[in-house]
């Protein structure tokens, strides 16, 4: 069953901008990573950019760990990326130009209770104006609060369809840039 792409939202938030993407193949979906790059490297040296929290919404296969792959590729990540499924954060520190740039990619499938989420620190992360990917944003439940931008992936057979919604500027900054 396809999930709504507010539905980790509680209270929901105003939705500044929504744009759908159709991605007919793995080459659309890294291809749309690359861009969402290009995107966030130009909202991140913004003065008023705080971090950025994108959750990433989907069934399982939906796209959701390519995606972040494709991003952080088009960030300059050279690396193996894994899934954080076991581990629940892989954090990556890109070197640029007056210091390193924080990513964080979060797999919260094995959440049975949100209080999990608060139990393993992960509030830090958040706060530290670093870009957080959520894969599995529903098991934290209301404690993620409101995000920058919620991607949500469905499948239409071997195609996907990304459903996009920015909730703050720097969401709404970046969405306008794919």
């Given at each position: 069953m396809p ?12 939705v ?14 890294e ?19 705080e ?15 390519t ?12 690396g ?56 599995w944003?529903?098991k ?14 469905e499948?239409e ?13 720097s ?8």
């Amino acid at each position: 069953m396809p999930v709504a792409p507010d539905s980790s939202l509680h209270p929901p938030a105003s939705v500044l901008l929504e744009r759908t993407f159709a991605l007919e193949n793995l080459a659309a979906t890294e291809a749309f990573g690359a861009r969402f790059a290009t995107a966030i490297e130009a909202v991140r040296v913004r003065p008023a950019f705080e971090g950025l929290q994108v959750q990433l919404l989907g069934d399982l296969g939906a796209g959701k760990t390519t995606l972040v792959r494709a991003t952080l590729a088009g960030l300059g990540h050279r690396g193996r990326v894994r899934s954080p499924t076991y581990t629940l954060v892989e954090p990556y520190a890109l070197p640029r130009e007056g210091g390193q740039f924080d990513v964080y990619h979060f797999d919260l499938y094995r959440f049975a209770d949100p209080a999990e989420w608060a139990d393993a620190g992960f509030r830090e992360y958040f706060d530290s104006g670093a870009v957080c990917l959520v894969e599995w944003p529903e098991k934290a439940g209301e404690l993620l609060g409101v995000p920058d931008l919620v991607f949500a992936l469905e499948t239409e057979g071997e195609r996907r369809r990304l459903d996009a919604r920015a909730y703050s500027e720097s969401g709404k900054a970046c969405l306008e840039r794919c």
